[in-house]
């Protein structure tokens, strides 16, 4: 193979590469807007509804409702959030 060869396939590699990567991204793009979706939705029914019913939903689905990260995915339980909530209850 000479050296035209050998570039065509480093040349053909980078471009799966680029593929590979425009599909990651798309991915992550489709995650992000399905997460943005559901938020926007939760604030819909937060204007409508009670908003303490709202907020602990929210918390329920796996997002924080503290200040701090409002909004952000959670993994487990956050202290903040909890504290929101129990404070936001008592009323
Ligand atoms: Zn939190």
């Not at 590699?13 to 559901?38: P, Q």
Request: charged letters at 35%.
């Amino acid at each position: 193979m000479g050296a035209l060869g050998k570039d065509f396939i480093e040349w053909q590699t980078s471009v799966m590469e680029l593929e590979r990567r425009g599909e990651e991204f798309a991915r992550r793009i489709a995650d992000l807007e399905k997460e943005n979706e559901l938020l926007q939705q939760r604030l819909l029914e937060n204007e409508q509804g009670s908003g303490f019913d709202a907020l602990s939903g929210l918390y329920d689905d796996g997002f924080h409702i503290c200040p701090d990260q409002f909004g952000k995915p959670r993994e487990e339980d956050c202290l903040f959030c909890l504290n929101f909530l129990h404070h936001k209850g008592r009323k």
